[in-house]
């Protein structure tokens, strides 16, 4: 009776410890997988850090793109405007230099005499006939 009590009870003590074996194997197993989730998990996180990072990224470039814009349409405003001060004041002093002409001239004009523009007129024929005359 004893060597085949202890053979059945070795047998079952195999048993059991293969159980309990193969029930921590399992454990290790099924921890080891949750780890490389965790791992994968954690991955995971730092890449939507990365993707908030390029979000906020863009959303600056855009931002800067529309303060860039603003300021390209106010500076062609600007030029604009001052293009068309100096265009006026250019209109004015054309404007007040040909009235100036005008006036001088027509002033000119009033002041001659008849009697000094006969007189001018026979000094200038008689240059004329003068260097007619040294040319012969």
Known sequence: LGPSVGNAFRGWHQEEVD???SVVN???AMAGKMLHGYEESLE???SIEL???ARKDIINMGLETAYRERMKQM???VKRRLDYQVALQNAR???ERTNMINWITD???KSITP?????????CLQQLRQISSQTR
């Open 75 to 77: 500076y062609e405003a």
């Open 44 to 46: 995971r996180a730092k």
């Open 115 to 123: 009697k000094q523009e006969q007189d001018t007129l026979q000094a």
């Open 19 to 21: 159980r309990y074996n």
């Open 107 to 109: 002033e000119v004009k």
């Open 26 to 28: 399992n454990s290790k």
């Open 51 to 53: 993707l908030s990072e």
């Open 93 to 95: 002093k054309d404007f």
